[in-house]
């Protein structure tokens, strides 16, 4: 009932203060021309050479450049043997070089987000790209900000980071610059407003995301502001309308959002089979038609390649737009360094592709087959999978186990695959999903999966531990069997642990029914919890997960392990026999029960009945209301709130300090100040620091993430608290360290829909320091001095040319 009026509350809000009608939010204006690259950033020098080589092109070859084709990888841009260009490859996905043999899964987004750790979440896009270029791909598929999580039902949530888009923003930040630091293209993906709404596992891209401009900028557009701030290379336009123009179609978003507001620099690249039209997107800023005209799964045409022909030399596209489409695509393949000693395309790629099995007009240059130096990954995916794993009780000590003599494992998730290491498979019988009952889940399916060397399975890993020492690990993978015949094959009952694997499927196409893990997940833990006064339950997969047994007291400790990655066994294993201190935080709020969050899926059903295209719409009532933030509005309980998570070690904050930099600064940023990658170069000077001191008051090393959360004036209409900062710290028992928190313009403005800037609020900013959204024992206010205050009629006189 809450959450209704809160809803109500908030859609009436926001139709009063943006003067929204409904489903159409104001529509999406129309912002043209394209703007054309100017090589910011640092990239004039790469600028000039993708110049010269769009100067050498015909205008059939500008075709070319910006059409996919059919051929080895997932996306293909034809190679122009006269000059020595052998083409671009583009590959999948955000966590594993999809369309390849012998390379690494790593560790998902959502396990990275949950690990709060920069440099571990930096390391983990370098070995990316070091993989990504040992098999031939320029391009990397990710990573991904968008759908951020507005719903936690979605399936694609686990390919991002965090509902926080403070979080993701930073998380972006390190992946775009690991991946780049190896010489790989990162497309971050999938712009903007993306929302789920599947029917029988085809999406509906024709749903409309309609959201007002300070939802768009204060939540949405934030990640990718940082993504282009980082240099990304490319952004992928996202299958669905934005306030009711498709995304890839949309020149609101990609034009002005994109190319204008945040001087994007690079190219926009089409979803697959997300372009709509010829001239229309080309105007509206699309760079990149993907894949282009295929035959798979049904002949589909794609507008682009000779109709661009013909449209330059009819007059109807400017040469001069599609002159900037190839100079976009081909400055970050110069500034990356990929026209020379690029590593041609592995061998086996063509053997794996949906769109290239078939062969290609072009003639692409295969390489031999190498693995991709896998061995050089696996402790950092192990390393990493551990600090994405978040501890969420631990009652008297159950962990970290003590070399317990008889060990009970129980549950489907526990055990090795057993239906194949990949779940993305095309059979006669359709599309295989990955959704099978018996075999861990180490990351989610569709085409952000990986194709698995090998796997560490929980039990695998389990029994090489206890082995070590002589322990006796018994074990029931089948959850049926433990439903119906509870633990009495184990013996002596009850066992010193039983260790409960939980596993929670979701996938592109494939959004979740429930938030309760899969596979009679309760009845499992409840079965076992009847006969082992010591039941520890590990969840792999989706999040968040609710559990109706968290407080069954012979539950004594609970792990959301999330999706580590091909060492999943040996990450699980260093937490429960505490090797590593569990150090990772949630990066999404858990609720009591499923019906507490807003669902925010559209009604496939619905719309599968209707004919009216009107009717296909998801309304962003809740604004920047999402994950903690509507809880918080709601003063709503949970069970677990985002940023908690429990480590071995005990840790304190103390002397929390705010040093205002600056004597005052004007409300907006200088709209005469140059725009570089990411926006106005004024949003991201440091005006305040907040410091603090962290201290490990317990007789264990261990590590903890101390977080800064801001609450802004109320001038803002900002959500009660916003994550501003946070820090992964590692720390022996008795020592100490300083926390830093730098807030840049950006961190401390809201956005003002009037005039179109970021804004800092007048009045005090109080700044929380603490360990997770609702344990803050610091605080203190400050407030930025504000120079002048200027009239709309100054600021628009800023703003004439
Ligand atoms: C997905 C993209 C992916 C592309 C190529 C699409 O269905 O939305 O994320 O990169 O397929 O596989």
Same mark, same amino acid.
């Given at each position: ?191 903007? =407003? ?23 900028? /204060? ?11 980082? =240099? ?100 970050? $393949? ?101 959704? $099978? ?147 990772? +935080? ?140 946070? /820090? ?17 313009? +950006? ?55």
């Amino acid at each position: 009932m809450f959450r209704f009026w809160l809803l109500v509350a908030c859609a009436a809000a926001t139709v009063a203060q943006f003067g929204i009608n409904h489903t159409q939010y104001g529509g999406s204006p129309a912002v043209y021309p394209s703007p054309r690259t100017v090589g910011s950033g640092g990239w004039d020098a790469a600028l000039e050479k993708a110049r010269k080589f769009v100067s050498a092109l015909t205008v059939d070859e500008k075709a070319q450049m910006v059409t996919g084709t059919s051929g080895p990888c997932v996306g293909n841009i034809a190679p122009i043997e006269r000059l020595n260009f052998s083409g671009l490859c583009l590959h999948d996905g955000p966590l594993s070089v999809r369309q390849a043999i012998y390379v690494s899964v790593f560790s998902a987004g959502v396990s990275a987000a949950a690990s709060w750790d920069r440099s571990l979440v930096r390391q983990r896009g370098v070995y990316m790209g070091t993989e990504f270029r040992d098999k031939g791909a320029h391009v990397a598929l990710g990573p991904v900000v968008g759908a951020l999580g507005r719903s936690p039902f979605a399936g694609r949530n686990w390919e991002g980071f965090s509902p926080d888009a403070y979080l993701s923003g930073v998380l972006v930040e390190e992946t775009i610059h690991g991946i780049q630091s190896a010489g790989v293209q990162a497309c971050t993906k999938h712009y903007i =407003g993306k929302n789920p709404a599947v029917v029988n596992g085809i999406t509906i891209e024709a749903v409309s995301s309609n959201l007002d401009d300070k939802t768009m900028h /204060e939540t949405y557009l934030w990640p990718f502001a940082n993504a282009i701030r980082a =240099g990304t290379s490319s952004v992928m336009c996202s299958y669905q309308r934005i306030n009711g123009s498709y995304g890839c179609q949309n020149s609101k978003t990609l034009n002005g959002l994109l190319k204008q507001e945040l001087g994007f620099q690079g190219y926009v690249m089409s979803d697959w089979l997300a372009t709509h039209s010829g001239i229309p997107s080309i105007e509206a800023g699309l760079d990149m038609n993907m894949p282009g005209g295929i035959n798979f799964p049904a002949p589909t045409p794609s507008f682009w390649g000779e109709n661009i022909t013909v449209s330059v030399n009819n007059g109807s596209l400017s040469e001069a737009r599609l002159d900037d489409m190839v100079v976009r695509i081909m400055t970050p $393949y110069f500034h990356l360094g990929q026209e020379s000693d690029f590593p041609a395309i592995d061998g086996y790629t063509p053997q794996l592709g949906f769109y290239g099995a078939l062969g290609y007009p072009h003639n692409f240059t295969l390489g031999p087959v190498v693995d991709a130096r896998r061995n050089e990954h696996t402790q950092l995916i192990r390393d990493l999978g551990a600090a994405g794993t978040v501890l969420l009780k631990n009652t008297d000590g159950a962990l970290p186990l003590k070399n317990p003599s008889n060990i009970g494992v129980l549950g489907n998730d526990a055990a090795d695959f057993t239906s194949g290491q990949y779940s993305l498979v095309l059979s006669s019988t359709g599309l295989f999903d990955g959704d $099978y009952n018996i075999g861990t889940l180490a990351v989610g399916g569709g085409s952000g999966t990986g194709r698995f060397s090998h796997v560490v399975s929980p039990l695998g890993a389990i029994k090489a531990r206890a082995e070590s020492y002589g322990g006796v690990v018994q074990y029931i993978t089948d959850n049926d069997q433990i439903v119906h015949g509870g633990l009495t094959a184990l013996a002596p009952l009850p066992l010193d642990v039983c260790l409960v694997f939980l596993k929670s499927w979701a996938s592109e196409g494939d959004d979740r029914a429930t938030l309760v893990a899969d596979w009679n997940s309760t009845a499992v833990v409840e079965k076992t919890a009847a006969a082992c006064n010591n039941t520890i339950v590990v969840l792999h997969g989706a999040a968040p997960n609710t559990m109706p047994w968290r407080n069954n007291p012979n539950v004594t400790a609970i792990l959301a392990a999330h999706m580590p990655g091909q060492e999943s066994g040996d990450s699980i294993v260093d937490i429960l026999w505490g090797d590593v201190d569990p150090s990772g +935080r949630l990066p999404y709020t858990i609720a009591h029960e499923d019906t507490d969050y807003a669902k925010n899926l559209v009604n496939s059903t619905e719309l599968l009945t209707t004919t009216d295209p009107d009717a296909w719409q998801a309304d962003f009532v809740e604004g920047n209301l999402i994950d903690y933030k509507e809880f918080d509005a709601l003063n709503a309980s949970v069970a677990f709130e985002f940023g908690f998570g429990l480590s071995y070690a005990v840790f304190g904050v103390s002397d929390l300090q705010i040093d205002v930099a600056v004597k005052s600064a004007e409300k907006m940023p200088d709209p005469a100040a140059p725009i570089q990658p990411g926006g106005n170069v004024e949003l991201w000077t440091t005006l305040a620091t907040v410091t603090a001191t962290v201290s490990n008051t317990g007789s264990i090393a261990g590590a903890t993430v101390p977080q800064l959360y801001l609450s802004y004036p109320e001038e803002a209409g900002a959500p009660v608290r916003s994550l501003r900062g946070f /820090e992964k710290v590692t720390l022996d028992a008795g020592a100490s360290a300083s926390l830093r928190f730098p807030l840049s313009r +950006r961190d401390l403005s809201y956005w003002d829909t009037v005039t179109q800037e970021w804004t800092l609020p007048t009045g005090a900013v109080r700044a929380y320091v603490g360990f997770s959204s609702r344990d803050l024992p610091l605080s203190g206010a400050f407030a930025v001095p504000i120079a002048t205050i200027p009239t709309s009629e100054e600021i628009k006189m800023a703003r004439a040319p």
